[in-house]
């Protein structure tokens, strides 16, 4: 069975940092382009960056350029979002999604999905 699930979420405050995980089972991610998404509560769900199959490409939004960095541990099967100098407006549910060819912003275009990770900021 195919599986995607992320952790790392919490309740941190303005400035602070988080790393959120996104651990595949049942598939080896490192062939799938990773995309992280965020939904706040009443909006749409975003796409927040992406990073390409083997992780030599990732993009960004404009709103976390510079603030977040993508990685990938291919002997963990797992890709990282590392959030630094967070701001109220990153909250919301995270959640990371694969496709098996290129990195897109939109939400059908992925395959599989995990269940979210609550990110909070907030002093």
């Known amino acids: 069975q195919l599986q995607l699930v992320e952790s790392g979420g919490g309740l941190v405050q303005p400035g602070g940092s988080l790393r959120l995980s996104c651990a595949g089972s049942g598939f080896t991610l490192d062939y799938y382009a990773i995309g992280w998404f965020r939904q706040a509560p009443g909006k749409e769900r975003e796409g927040v960056s992406c990073t390409s199959s083997s992780g030599g490409w990732s993009n960004y939004i404009d709103s976390v350029k510079g603030r977040f960095t993508l990685s990938r541990d291919n002997a963990k099967n797992t890709v990282y979002l590392q959030m630094n100098s967070l701001k109220p407006e990153d909250s919301g549910i995270y959640y990371c999604?694969?496709?098996?060819?290129?990195?897109?912003?939109?939400?059908?275009?992925?395959?599989?999905w995990g269940q979210g990770t609550q990110v909070t900021v907030s002093s």
């Open positions: 999604a694969a496709r098996d060819t290129y990195c897109s912003r939109e939400v059908y275009r992925y395959d599989y």
